[in-house]
């Protein structure tokens, strides 16, 4: 796809579902016992590996564009698949999956698509393989395909040496079917959907500052779910509101809660023009609606903590880096290697192709702002969701067009991506 330089940026967006909300949605519904009804499901690439993946388990799910209505089986009523379990391109469906499929006491096989096949598994199959589950798999059970073989499971305590909620929710969704009281603790909390999903399904949990524990046996009681708007998605436009000139950009239902919510942190450190209206979630996921408007910005440091409140956010924030005086460092982020690609990697490579005075670093990157961006150059997604659009909001304020190789990778997480941008600009 080549993307010229945009006009000004102006106007109002809804965006697509939270992913990591909707992927949950769809197995916590399978497993409750009860129709639960969603609203603003993301139906993208990913989300629909997961609905696909619980129908081959023998779950009645109707999906209608945004509209998802599961008519759960209970925790002991999923089937043994007949078929391999095909995640896609999808992380967090198979690791979560893999939590569920730990208590189930049938045979399955997960494979996912070529970058599944390089993602590290054992950081979940090690804790889940301590819970009771026999799990085996390309180098013992590192990578893909993966053979789970569930039951009788036995509560642990587990420290995860990575703040990570895909490992936490496997140890949850494990623990909830083990007999005993399961605990983990992570070096700081990583995002916490999982914990509100399952309280919103009657789950009961008990949470401190850096541990959740769950006692096994409980049930799931559907519910209905309400998807906010991803603010991993919302990000590339609240970034585009910051950098393009004249931009004044609202987006609609975005989802805020705090354990996602870095990215703000770094647009108001910087220096951003941004403005919060917080809705009423009424006991849900809290979201509202954000007013982004062109600012001028500065370099700032990232690290520690804040990582994991905006890891997948990393890539638009090296763009916004480019565009702020001075310099942005960011560290403590080496999960980005083993990510759809290693990012850190990636986003330095294709941001040095339009001109931008950027460095890798073992565990980040440095950038060098202001730098007006040149373009003219042809850039790649490499399969990566998260760095095409990166490269589409690039190519907004590039002074020559970029050509962008494999941008079917955005249909992962957000389907109508370019659209949203040339809805913006009327000038794509």
């Given amino acids: 796809m080549k993307i010229h330089k945009s006009a000004p940026m102006n106007g109002e967006i809804h965006i697509p579902g939270d992913k990591s909300i ?9 497993i409750a016992d009860g129709t639960t009804v969603v609203k603003n499901f993301l139906p993208g690439a990913d989300c629909l ?3 696909d993946c619980f129908r081959k388990m023998g779950v009645d799910i109707e999906q209608k ?8 089986k209970g925790l002991k009523g999923l089937k043994e698949p007949s078929d391999i379990l095909d995640v896609g391109n999808s992380g967090t469906t198979i690791r979560l999956m893999m939590g569920i499929l730990a208590g189930c006491e049938f045979h399955s096989t997960l494979i996912g698509d070529e970058s599944i096949a390089k993602r590290p598994m054992k950081r979940v199959t090690g804790p889940l393989r301590q819970l009771g589950a026999k799990i085996d798999g390309r180098a013992n059970g590192e990578y893909t395909p993966l053979s789970i073989r569930g039951g ?3 509560a642990i305590s587990y420290e995860s040496p990575v703040a990570s909620a895909q490992i936490k929710s496997a140890v949850l969704l494990a623990g909830l079917q083990a007999e005993g009281t399961t605990t ?9 959907h999982t914990e509100r999903m399952l309280s919103m399904f009657g789950v009961s949990l008990h949470e ?13 009681k559907a519910t209905d779910v309400f998807v906010p708007g991803d603010i991993s998605s919302a990000a590339f436009f609240l970034v585009a509101g910051s950098i393009v000139p004249n931009s004044r950009i609202v987006l609609r239902n975005v989802g805020l809660n705090k354990t996602r919510t870095g990215i703000i942190d770094v647009l108001k450190q910087m220096g951003a023009d941004l403005d919060i209206q917080e809705v009423d979630a009424k006991g849900g ?4 609606d954000l007013t982004i408007s062109t600012s001028s910005l500065k370099g700032i440091d990232i690290s520690g903590d804040m990582i994991s409140r905006l890891i997948d956010e990393i890539p638009i924030i090296a763009l916004l880096a480019t565009q702020a005086e001075g310099t942005t460092i960011i560290k403590d982020a080496a999960e980005l290697k083993v990510k759809e690609t290693n990012r850190i990697d990636t986003v330095v490579s294709e941001l040095k192709k339009l001109g931008a005075h950027i460095e890798a670093t073992d565990d980040g990157m440095k950038i060098h702002g202001k730098t007006s961006l040149k373009g003219g150059a042809v850039v790649s997604s490499y399969g990566d969701h998260r760095i095409g659009m990166m490269l589409g909001i690039a190519a907004c304020i ?11 990778a955005v249909r992962v997480s957000y389907p109508n991506f370019f659209e949203h941008i040339e809805y913006l600009t009327q000038t794509v």
Avoid: C, W
Wanted: proline share 3%; aromatic share 4%; no cysteine.
């Fill in 184 to 192: 983990l603790t992570e070096p700081h909390k990583s995002r916490d």
């Fill in 65 to 72: 564009g945004t509209d998802v209505v599961i008519h759960g």
């Fill in 285 to 288: 996921e809290p979201y509202g």
């Fill in 22 to 30: 909707s992927h949950r949605s769809v197995m916590f519904g399978a």
């Fill in 49 to 51: 590996s997961t609905i």
């Fill in 208 to 220: 401190d500052a850096q541990s959740v524990s769950i006692e096994g046996g409980q049930t799931l």
């Fill in 398 to 408: 590039t002074e020559q067009a970029i050509e962008i190789e494999d941008t079917d």
């Fill in 152 to 154: 009788n499971l036995k």
